[in-house]
């Protein structure tokens, strides 16, 4: 038994050189097999480079860098390539491409060889191998005859019935185009968008978001603070408050404005981007700029369009006392101060009451005698005449049918603005009576 013992052992000895000179030579024909693959990509990139084809090529280098990432002629030859395929012309053709010629590309010059090793040494490896990997992930223009052809919208026809009792088909784009129809998605053109812009409705990328929020934290930190300081100076509507120099606006009255300066645009929609919906409205100042006093209006609605312009529907709230004048980002704004009618109590109050009565059964009868094509602009524009208030003090700005019927006489801006200054409503209902009793007699006339 310790003789059988001793024997195996010694046949282990013996075995042992045979194996690791098997393992030695497994290693070798892997090796062999490596560089007879990593050859054949070289040759055939070099192959390709020759016949123009850049992307191929560039892609079969980047087979022999994955196999050896230390093949210095591997990376010589995809830089060069990288070179040619960026200034868009190809590699020079060669009209007779043999073995022989293949074989002679392979061999390079000591000094050329030389003069490629220092570029890529000073190189990083990973910047070299992410901007190649990137170029083939580029997506390819388009052609001409892509730019300029019809991008097809998604339509649904809606049946409508027309005064004649014909069912007629109505075209209602959804505001959306299908990426389906495209060869690329991107290759859209901007006019059949332009419902898509209108909207106004814009959608965050998630991935950024939470990109900026985990790599940049103290950007987006201070970013958000100077965002939030933002909005509640814009939200004062005492300090520098945006102002629409325009025309006259009045409380409860109806303002409708259409918005095509740029500089109007962006203060329509920082005032719906802050919620506070409001602006002032002055008249025009040769000296100042825009006058001392003027109106707040509430935007209602807003209908935006694709090129921009906006149509708003505003309405006059309070006035105002302009404190001083500014401006921001190419609009005016003023520092303001609110101005209120000042009541009055006893045989004052009194008075007032048949003051009031008195001139709004004048200006009722004034407005019945216009002639009826008249009337019809008017209430079109601003509405039928406001009920008599039964307590003409309970607004601060005065009863609405004051204003709405100094909106509707056909006196000048100037002449106007006035009555908006005035805090005293009885003043202002003097006033109202000497123009409506001018323009009855004129009329009689």
Known sequence: MAGSARGAEQGKLLLRPFGSSL???NCTQRVEIEGEVLGGHLRKGQ?????????EALREFLFCLALDTGNKTAKSEAQKVNVEQKKGFPVQEEPNVTSS???????????KKEEEENKLTSMPESTFLISEKCSLLKRKCCSEEMRNAEVPCKLMKKDTVDTKGNSTGQHIPFGFVD????DCSLCMRYSLLSHCLAMRKYCKTVLMEELIARYLPEELTERRKIYEEEIAELSNLNKNVPIFVCTMAYPTVPCPLHIFEPCYRLMIRRCMETGTKQFGMCISDPVKGFADYGCILEIRNVEFFADGRSVVDSIGKRRFKVIQHSQRDG????????????KVQGQEYAALLVLHDSVYDQAYMWFNSLKQALKSRILSHFGPMPAK???????????????????????ENRAQLPFLAMKSLKDRLNGIRRVLTFMSRTRSR
């Open 23 to 25: 393992r030695r030579s």
């Open 101 to 111: 010629s293949l074989r002679k590309s392979t061999q390079i010059t000591e000094s």
């Open 47 to 55: 192959a390709l480079a020759n016949l123009g084809k850049t992307e």
């Open 389 to 411: 208030d039964p307590d003409p003090q309970a607004n601060p700005n005065g009863p609405a049918w004051c204003w709405w019927v100094l909106a509707v006489l056909p006196l």
């Open 331 to 342: 609009y005016n704004t003023a520092d303001i101060e609110y101005i209120e009618d000042q």
């Open 179 to 182: 990426p389906s129809d495209l």
